[in-house]
């Protein structure tokens, strides 16, 4: 069988192996993947093919902004660990820069392309390189990038676990305006709205969740009880109330004084303030292994374990 260089390119991105390697152990299976990646592990060649199994789900979020565009990534790694690598940060940077200059749309565009730093190698294979290199599985998860002709401010909370990207119009940028959107950024992470505005609500959803309040109410002898005009008022105050607390711009702002101001209000202060005309448009909140599954380790359960082996 004839073994073709896209061949030996795709079992290099499967197992980290070298050119050379992977081309003679398709040479000696006859163009076997399976087993020529068998081969590759009994002779030690393979690197990534080992940690593929494994569950990457803690891992850093990185935000930044140069000139009009700014990036968020998530990266994931195995153990918190290893996100505080020098090498793995260094790695998570690598790619906020690689997506800035980019025009990909998803992961998988954006690791097929020329890695920023070394054009010899594309961005997954440099992917692979490095989880041989680190000893564990990594994955590029999600990321986001926005071009804007307003302004963008990055927070970072927790040394990597939060990330947000807050994009707002204004006609005045200062340190005041500034100081404003990192304020709205650190209610982000820590509130986590669903939504800008109301606005971005469809109705669709709110009949649902009336939908659901309202069979709340039937269900509960007192209040389905009452008067149609007041269960109608008990729904909406409930909608009105959720809304508050999804949409970030109705949310209570965090560091209010009287701890009543919304987030709108504030932002309608500092834009009053500085005559900057400041109105968040939208924000992106990436939380580090949000919605993966965690294996939950007990490390004195397996030290004691091995003991008893």
């Known amino acids: 069988m004839e073994i073709t260089a896209s061949m030996v390119k795709e079992l290099r991105e499967m197992t980290g192996a070298g050119v050379m390697a992977c081309k003679k152990a398709l040479v000696e299976t006859d163009g076997d993947f399976d087993k020529a990646i068998e081969l590759l592990r009994e002779k030690g060649e393979a690197t990534a ?78 992917l692979i390189s490095q989880i041989a290199v680190i000893g564990e599985n990594m994955s590029i998860r999600r990321f986001e990038k926005i071009v804007t002709d307003g302004v963008v401010v990055p927070y970072i909370h927790g040394g990597g676990r939060i990330g947000v990207l807050v994009e707002a119009s204004a006609d005045v940028v200062n340190d005041e305006v500034t100081e404003a959107l990192k304020n709205v950024a650190m209610q982000i992470a820590a509130l986590n709205p669903k939504y800008t505005s109301r606005d971005e609500v469809s109705e669709e959803f709110i009949a649902h969740e009336k939908e659901i309040l309202l069979a709340q109410i039937k269900n509960d002898p007192k209040e389905a009880s009452k008067p149609e005009k007041v269960i109608e008022g008990m729904v909406n105050g409930r909608i009105n109330k959720e809304m508050k607390e999804i949409c970030l ?35 992106v909140r990436f939380e580090t292994g949000e919605g993966l599954e965690k294996k939950n380790e007990n490390f004195a359960e397996e030290v004691a374990k091995q003991m008893g082996n």
């Open 49 to 126: 093919i080992k940690k593929a199994g494994r569950i990457a789900a803690e891992g850093t979020v990185l935000a930044i902004v140069e000139g009009n565009k700014s990036a968020i990534v998530e990266v994931n790694s195995e153990t918190d660990f290893v996100a505080k690598n020098d090498k793995f940060r260094t790695f998570v940077a690598n790619v906020a820069e690689q997506i800035l200059a980019s025009d990909a749309k998803t992961v998988e565009e954006l690791s097929e392309e020329k890695f920023i730093k070394d054009d010899s190698k594309t961005v997954k294979e440099e």
């Open 249 to 283: 711009l109705d949310q209570v702002y965090v560091k209010a004084e009287d701890g009543k101001q919304s987030v709108a209000n504030y932002i309608a202060e500092v834009s009053k303030a500085t005559g900057s005309n400041l109105a968040v448009k939208r924000f």
